[in-house]
């Protein structure tokens, strides 16, 4: 079975583009998760998605970060403008409904410049 | 955001010894999960564990969900060159509506051949 799936795994922009993250969970789970892991803070859970719909956002630094789960199997982490404080990585998690086990994507590395 | 004391923070072994690490909460959780993440990748969950007091092993890695519900252990056995990594553990309590998983910060493991 395909992983969690994430695209751009690397991405260098300026400050102030907009930065569009991807990611495709495991086919069948019902929960979508987006951290953020830096070594100052570690991983940081920025929100989370039941079934298509976002459940907690408490987690979200701005109204710069966005997210969207337009259907079950694609979601997109939207940060607009970005600042060089965003540089971090970024992981996508899916669980099924019935078990806690999240399983992560390989991340995507964002460096604003 | 809340992050659990894990213990110790890196470990520097020889090829063949015996490794334990330990994870500690202020909160109760009804579920330790133990994670290896390696450089440029996502964290690979390792042990699933579900009731005060299980003991789960997976090849030469064993944890151990504490009785207090407040602590978990993860021993290696026998370290090889290719546990080199660092390795986290996360509990999912009631908060957040059960759904958020706390991380530890991380111990991380070097092997010398």
């Known amino acids: ?113 | 955001g809340q992050q659990l004391n894990q213990s110790p923070q890196s470990m520097f072994i020889q090829e063949g010894e015996d490794v334990s690490m330990n994870c500690t909460s202020s909160s109760i959780f009804n579920t330790w999960l133990w994670y290896k993440q390696e450089p440029g990748e996502g964290p690979v969950l390792l042990i699933a564990l579900y009731k005060a007091g299980e003991l789960t092993s997976n090849g030469r890695l064993t944890a151990q969900f504490g009785i207090t519900r407040k602590d978990s252990f993860l021993n290696i056995s026998a370290s090889i060159p290719s546990d080199v990594g660092i390795y986290f553990c996360a509990g999912q309590g009631v908060t957040g509506g059960g759904n958020k998983l706390t991380f530890g910060t991380g111990t991380q493991l070097k092997v010398e051949l």
């Open chain 1, 1 to 113: 079975d395909a992983g969690v799936i994430q695209s751009p795994r690397h991405e260098v922009t300026e400050m102030g583009q907009e930065v569009t993250l991807r990611c495709k969970p495991i086919s069948g789970h019902d929960y979508l998760f987006w951290y953020r892991q830096t070594m100052m803070r570690g991983l940081e859970l920025l929100i989370y998605f039941n079934n298509n719909v976002p459940i907690d956002d408490s987690g979200m630094p701005e109204d710069r970060f966005s997210a969207k789960m337009p259907n079950a199997s694609f979601s997109t982490l939207k940060i607009q403008p970005s600042e060089p404080r965003d540089s971090a990585v970024y992981f996508c998690a899916s669980r099924r409904a019935s078990y806690n086990e999240q399983f992560f994507g390989p991340g995507t590395r964002l460096t604003v410049l």
